[in-house]
C-alpha cells in the first residue's frame, strides 16, 4: 500500500485529500506559494514545501519544482486534486518517468480526452452520441460559414483547457466573428493552444455528468449522476445528486454511454462523463474530465463512499470491492460554491477575511480551508469554500441548506452568499426547473435584490 503521498495543488482540494490520507494511514506532504505560506494545507500536513512565488506559473505548475520536491520528501505517490496540473498528460508521464505513483488515470487517456476536438472524435468513433459540431476553424470567416451550416445558436470554444474559459454562445454572424477574436487570444493565453471549433448551442439543456470509477482490472462502475446546470460564466455554482425527474430509461441509458466511453480509451481511476440533456431527454456527450470534481462530495454522501480513498486504492493497484447493483443512492445532497465575488457584477473580490461564522448541524459537511483574518489572493481561483448538505429527499435538503446559509456570514470581502440565498429560495429552483438558463433567465431578478438591500 502507498506509505506517503505529496498533494500537487492548494486550497479545500489539498486539505480534503490530506483528510483521507490521515484516515488511511497514509503520510502527507504539501507544497505552497509565497501567498499560501499560511494556508491550512500547509499547516495540517505532515510536511510542506516551499515551491515559489505567488504566480502558478512559477510555483504550482512547475513540474519540475513540484518532482524535486517529492523526491526530496521520498514519497511514493503524488496526487493531482482538480485543475493546475491535474489534467496535464505531461505530469502524469513525468510522474511515472521520476518512479512516483500518479494518482488518476494514465496519460494517455489525460491526453485523448483533454483536446475537446480529440475526444469529440474518439467518442463518435466509439459510437457515443455527441454535440453536432465542427473540426478546428483557423479563420472568423471559417467561423461563419461553419456555424451557417450548423445553425445558430452556436457555441465558440477552446479545443483545450477548461472552467468556462474560451466559450462564447453566438447567436450571428458579428457575435461569431468578435467571439473567435477573443477566444483565440483568451485560450492561447491560458492553455498555450489557439484553437477554436463549434458546437451546435442546444437550447435550454440540462448539464448532467455520470461519476465513473475503473480499476486496473478493467472493472467500470457508474456513481450516479449529477446535475450541475446552475451555472454563471459556464462555471458550476450549485450541484445536486441525484438529478430531479431523470427518467429511469434515460439514466440507464447515460449510464450504458457512460461506461461505453470509459472502456473506449482504457480508462482506470475515478472520471466524469458530461452531457447535455434538452427537453426531450435526448443527450449528447460534452467531454470527459479525468479527474476528481469539485462537486465529487454530493456523489460521496449520497452513495457513501469515499472518491478519494478509491482514487489512492485503485492507483495502488488494488480492486474495486463492488459490482454495479451494489451501487445505491440514499437521500438526496445539494452543494453550493461560496465564493469571494461582487453578488452584483459577478466579479471576484480578493481581500482579508475580517470574521468568518461557519454554518453547522446535521447534515452539513462543509469544507472551507480559510479562517478569520485568512487572505483571499488575486492569484487563484477565488473560490472559498464549498458546503454540501444531505437530506432524506430534496425537499429536506433545500430546507437545511436554506438554514445553513441564513446563519453563515463572511465579513471583510464581497461574497456570493447572498446569490445562493437567492437561488436556494427561488421558486423556480425549489420545483426543479433548473437548466444551464437558469442565472441567464433569473441573474437580474437576484443582482436587482441585492442591489436594492
Not at 455528468?209 to 450549485?238: F, M
Request: aromatic share 6%; hydrophobic share 35%.
Amino acid at each position: 500500500m502507498i506509505q506517503s503521498i505529496l498533494i500537487a495543488n492548494r486550497g479545500e482540494i489539498a486539505s480534503r485529500i490530506i483528510r483521507t490520507c490521515q484516515k488511511m494511514g497514509i503520510k502527507t506532504v504539501s507544497v505552497y506559494s509565497d501567498a499560501d505560506k499560511q494556508a491550512e494545507h500547509v499547516q495540517i500536513a505532515d510536511r510542506a514545501f516551499h515551491v515559489g512565488p505567488s504566480r502558478v506559473h512559477e510555483s504550482y505548475l512547475n513540474q519540475e519544482t513540484i518532482i524535486a520536491c517529492a523526491k526530496e520528501a521520498d514519497v511514493d505517490a503524488i496526487h493531482p486534486g482538480y485543475g493546475l496540473l491535474s489534467e496535464q498528460s505531461s505530469f502524469a508521464e513525468n510522474c511515472e518517468k521520476n518512479g512516483f505513483i500518479f494518482i488518476g488515470p494514465n496519460a494517455n487517456s489525460i491526453s485523448l480526452m483533454g483536446d475537446k476536438l480529440q475526444a469529440r472524435e474518439t467518442m463518435v468513433h466509439a459510437g457515443i452520441p455527441v454535440v453536432p459540431g465542427s473540426a478546428d476553424l483557423q479563420s472568423k470567416e471559417a467561423v461563419v460559414e461553419e456555424a451557417k451550416k450548423i445553425g445558430y445558436p452556436v457555441m465558440l470554444k477552446a479545443a483545450s483547457g477548461g472552467g468556462g474559459i474560451g466559450i462564447d454562445i453566438c447567436h450571428t454572424d458579428e457575435e461569431c466573428r468578435n467571439a473567435y477574436e477573443k477566444n483565440k487570444k483568451k485560450a492561447a493565453m491560458f492553455f498555450g493552444d489557439g484553437s477554436l471549433y463549434l458546437e451546435k448551442g442546444l437550447v435550454n439543456p440540462r448539464h448532467i455528468e455520470v461519476q465513473v470509477i475503473a480499476d486496473k482490472s478493467g472493472n467500470i462502475l457508474t456513481v450516479g449522476e449529477r446535475d450541475c446546470s446552475i451555472q454563471r460564466r459556464h462555471q458550476k455554482i450549485v450541484e445536486e445528486a441525484p438529478a430531479l425527474d431523470l427518467s429511469e430509461n434515460t439514466r440507464e441509458k447515460m449510464y450504458h454511454i457512460a461506461k461505453k466511453a470509459v472502456s473506449a480509451i482504457g480508462y482506470e481511476n475515478a472520471g466524469t462523463i458530461e452531457f447535455l440533456v434538452d427537453e426531450d431527454e435526448m443527450f449528447y456527450f460534452l467531454e470527459m474530465n479525468t479527474r476528481l470534481q469539485v462537486e465529487h462530495p454530493v456523489t460521496e454522501e449520497v452513495f457513501g463512499v469515499d472518491l478519494v480513498e478509491w482514487q489512492i486504492r485503485i492507483a495502488a493497484g488494488e480492486d474495486l470491492p463492488w459490482k454495479q447493483e451494489d451501487m445505491n443512492a440514499k437521500g438526496h445532497a445539494i452543494e453550493v460554491r461560496v465564493y469571494a465575488e461582487d453578488p452584483v457584477r459577478f466579479l471576484p473580490s480578493p481581500g482579508t477575511i475580517t470574521e468568518i461564522q461557519k454554518p453547522d448541524g446535521t447534515g452539513v459537511r462543509h469544507e472551507c480551508p480559510v479562517k478569520t483574518g485568512s487572505v483571499i489572493t488575486p492569484f487563484y481561483d477565488p473560490m472559498i469554500a464549498k458546503m454540501i448538505i444531505k437530506g432524506r429527499n430534496r425537499v429536506e435538503a433545500i430546507e437545511q441548506l436554506t438554514r445553513a446559509l441564513e446563519t453563515y456570514r463572511i465579513s471583510g470581502i464581497k461574497t456570493n452568499l447572498a446569490t445562493l440565498r437567492g437561488i436556494v429560495n427561488h421558486p423556480a429552483f425549489k420545483k426543479g426547473n433548473v437548466n444551464t438558463s437558469f442565472m441567464t433567465v433569473y441573474g437580474n431578478e437576484l443582482r436587482l435584490e441585492e442591489e436594492n438591500k
